[in-house]
């Protein structure tokens, strides 16, 4: 099993710094100048990344190679619970379970101050940002004390909500599938 870690972990931060640096020491000895013509310090920053990414699951080589190379994901971002880039105002974590053909008020979420999963028709409150409901989303696997793969198993996404239009202030559906009350 592996231990659930964030790139953003001050040990996962520090152990990439640390390879990305020991990897331009050893390069410095045959390409020697640091920034006066060898290895750079945005040569260690850029390497910092890729080794980021390389964690995350994702290659840098795809487009040059011309295929997908499978890396395990070690370590987990925004991206683990669903596009950043999807539109929204507000946000809420998904908890997918068995699908409940025609009734989407079954759909649990967990909603900001909450350690629980609730169904989305009962929610009170959503979040602002997709960013603030990922981080909310590790915050809770963290908290759970889940390990990678039961994080993976347990397959968090972070959906666009809206009000539901039924005179209350609690209640959402997912964006773009409200109903008339």
């Avoid at 231990?3 to 931060?13: A, G, S, T």
């Avoid at 900001?112 to 979040?127: E, L, Q, W």
Wanted: proline residues 5%.
């Amino acid at each position: 099993m592996t231990r659930l870690q964030c790139h953003d972990d001050k040990d996962v931060i520090q152990a990439i710094e640390s390879a990305a640096s020991a990897a331009c020491q050893e390069l410095d000895k045959q390409f020697p100048g640091w920034d006066n013509g060898g290895i750079s310090s945005n040569f260690q920053g850029h390497l910092s990344e890729v080794i980021t990414r390389m964690l995350k699951g994702q290659s840098v080589l795809d487009g040059v190679l011309g295929h997908r190379t499978h890396l395990p994901r070690l370590i987990i971002d925004d991206t683990f619970f669903g596009c950043p880039l999807i539109r929204g105002d507000m946000f809420l974590i998904h908890k997918p379970e068995k699908p409940v053909f025609g009734e989407p008020d079954r759909m649990l979420v967990l909603q900001p101050d909450s350690t629980r999963f609730r169904p989305i028709s009962d929610a009170g409150d959503a979040f602002t940002s997709f960013e603030h409901a990922a981080a909310a989303a590790a915050k809770y696997l963290a908290a759970e004390g889940l390990t990678l793969e039961q994080a993976k198993e347990l397959n968090l996404q972070v959906l666009p909500v809206e009000h539901v239009k039924n005179g209350t202030d609690r209640g959402f559906v997912i964006a773009g599938h409200a109903k008339a009350a």
